[in-house]
């Protein structure tokens, strides 16, 4: 299977503080994505990785591929109240995402 | 602008009543169209795709099928539903027009309770 699994499952922390998510996958990926869901909501597209590029960022995000140890984080630095989610990695099949189990992320006022 | 419209928001059927969850997509042509089931603090869970009108490819064996009458509309559906289709329903869309990477787009969900 292609899935992703994110580690931690939950990760709390303080504001101001950075918050580094990890995600691991199985298989060859055509790109990597992360997404973001507040509680009752749908999925927010943050930011994709293709298979050849190491790094991206994008506002206070940044985005880390290894494709040697099929694995990927994500980091989002100073961190916000309006940052507590659920956020999820996607490996990128033909047609098909294949989302992980999600960390579910709590910035502390 | 592309906007996704998912209704309705909350659902509550008896077991043994059917279904009908609709998805429309504005903005965008000939868009590849999913539905995702979600259970309670968990990943998603691809249930159909459709790249064209009338195709549809299931992923998963179930009580649900899916239709596209149009191409920017996608329906759920269910005969006869089981206490197990309870859930959260996400839809969403991708470009389909050349190859590569493609970001999907979510609508807001609809939350189904089976009683």
């Known amino acids: 299977s292609q899935q992703g699994e994110e580690d931690p499952q939950a990760l709390s922390i303080q504001e101001g503080e950075n918050a580094t998510m990890n995600c691991s996958y199985k298989t060859s990926i055509n790109n990597l994505q992360w997404y973001r869901q507040n509680s009752g909501r749908g999925l927010v597209h943050l930011i994709l990785?293709?298979?050849?590029?190491r790094e991206k960022h994008s506002g206070r995000l940044r985005v880390t591929l290894d494709t040697s140890k099929k694995s990927s984080s994500l980091l989002i630095t100073a961190s916000r109240a309006a940052d507590t989610a659920s956020y999820f990695c996607a490996v990128q099949g033909a047609q098909k995402l294949v989302f992980g189990q999600g960390t579910r992320l709590t910035i502390n006022p | 602008s592309q906007t996704i419209h998912q209704w309705p928001a909350t659902l509550v059927q008896p077991v043994g009543s059917p279904l009908s969850l609709e998805c429309t997509v504005e903005?965008?042509?000939?868009?590849?169209l999913y539905w995702y089931r979600q259970a309670a603090g968990r990943g998603l869970q691809l249930l159909f795709y459709?790249?064209?009108?009338?195709?549809i490819s299931s992923e998963v064996p179930q009580n649900l099928s899916a239709s596209r009458p149009q191409d920017r509309q996608f329906i759920l559906s269910s005969k006869k539903l089981l206490l197990s289709d309870s859930g959260f329903y996400l839809c969403?869309?991708?470009?389909?027009?050349?190859?590569?990477?493609?970001?999907?787009?979510f609508g807001d969900g609809t939350r189904l309770s089976i009683l």
């Open positions: 969403a869309w991708s470009n389909r027009i050349g190859t590569g990477s493609r970001p999907q787009h």
């Open positions: 459709s790249v064209g009108i009338g195709q």
């Open positions: 903005g965008t042509s000939n868009p590849n």
């Open positions: 990785i293709r298979s050849n590029e």
